[in-house]
């Protein structure tokens, strides 16, 4: 496994990340000896780096990260997220200094660490000052118990902003960035990976196989045994069908699998770093594995890049992107109706 740099952070990590959402009964394997299995094929693999968040079965994905990691901490660039509900007090969410000192301290326990190598914000937050969040993080760096921090879903606007609040109040500025990248969903390299070359961030991209869309297991007119494919509506977008129809044929003639062709596509960008697998099973673990070799020719590029133009998302928005305020709620975009004439 070659290794690469985390932004400018000084730390190596492996091209393929660990992505732990799977691990925990919610929406994962409930098996924690099972999930400990396959972190443990990972690592051994040469993956030095997971990722995690607290709302991952709200807890229960840091638990079995935490119960793996014993005896093997100091190996693993140790990544996890706050921001998401994990109540429903409203104050238990959100990018607040409240609410990020208290998710930090339940990570830790149940991480069973004393720091976190990277600390993420797993979504923006409208509703609080950027100065606040980074105020509240650049005081846990400094207390010893998160290494570096990181964003995740960020438009590029936001991040610009955050670097420069970062410079001018002297707070610690964001390291890395946690975008969805895949065939089908390549927007951010319009804005969020230049923006994050721009500043020597780290990029860390989840999604490579765009949900599942990109394993083979969905093809228009036939039936799937893939049990998202039922609750997110892109799933059934005719475009990415279409897309996906043309990616089959390119991967055959290439001779590459599905999931192959989509982790090595994804990786291939000079502004991404790692990106995340999410095995559920140690089959889904074993398939990935086995194309960590491959490295996809100018020409297959060329030929994605027919298929999925650079700098765009094919079809409808994906369900767990994050939209922005302006984009959400019509009234932003909208003037009052009789304001709306020229005259």
Excluded: C
Aim: charged content about 25%; overall charge negative.
């Amino acid at each position: 496994m070659r290794y690469r740099p985390l932004g400018r952070t000084g730390i190596k990590v492996s091209p393929y990340a660990l992505g732990a959402m799977m691990f925990g009964a919610s929406i994962g394997n409930p098996d924690h000896d099972d999930s400990i299995r396959i972190i443990h094929k990972a690592l051994d693999a040469g993956i030095n780096f997971i990722d995690t968040a607290d709302a991952y079965s709200r807890g229960e994905s840091e638990l079995v990260v935490g119960k793996a990691l014993k005896g093997r901490r100091d190996d693993v660039v140790l990544a996890t997220k706050a921001h998401l509900p994990m109540g429903d007090d409203p104050n238990r969410r959100g990018n607040s200094r409240r609410w990020l000192m208290i998710a930090v301290e339940d990570s830790l326990r149940r991480l069973q660490t004393d720091h976190i190598d990277l600390y993420q914000i797993h979504r923006p937050d409208p509703d609080t000052d950027i100065e606040e969040t980074l105020s509240a993080l650049t005081d846990l760096i400094r207390s010893g118990k998160v290494r570096a921090i990181g964003s995740s879903a960020m438009p590029a606007s936001d991040m610009v902003e955050a670097q420069w609040v970062a410079e001018r109040r002297g707070l610690e500025r964001f390291r890395t960035e946690q975008p969805t990248y895949s065939i089908l969903n390549r927007g951010i390299e319009a804005e969020v990976l230049p923006v994050a070359q721009r500043y020597g961030m780290g990029t860390l991209v989840w999604s490579p196989l765009a949900k599942g869309m990109l394993t083979g297991r969905i093809r228009r007119g036939q039936e799937t045994d893939l049990h998202r494919a039922s609750i997110f509506v892109n799933f059934r977008d005719e475009r990415r069908l279409d897309a996906v129809e043309q990616i089959v044929p390119l991967a055959e003639e290439a001779g590459l699998r599905m999931t192959h062709l989509a982790m090595a596509f994804a990786i291939a960008h000079p502004g991404v770093t790692s990106a995340l697998l999410g095995p559920r099973t140690m089959e889904h673990l074993d398939d990935l594995l086995a194309g960590v070799d491959i490295a996809l020719t100018d020409d297959i590029l060329d030929r994605i890049d027919k298929i999925v133009p650079p700098g765009t998302d094919v079809g409808a928005p994906d369900q767990s992107t994050y939209l922005p305020p302006a984009v959400q709620d019509p009234t932003l975009r909208r003037r009052p109706v009789g304001e709306r004439g020229a005259a």
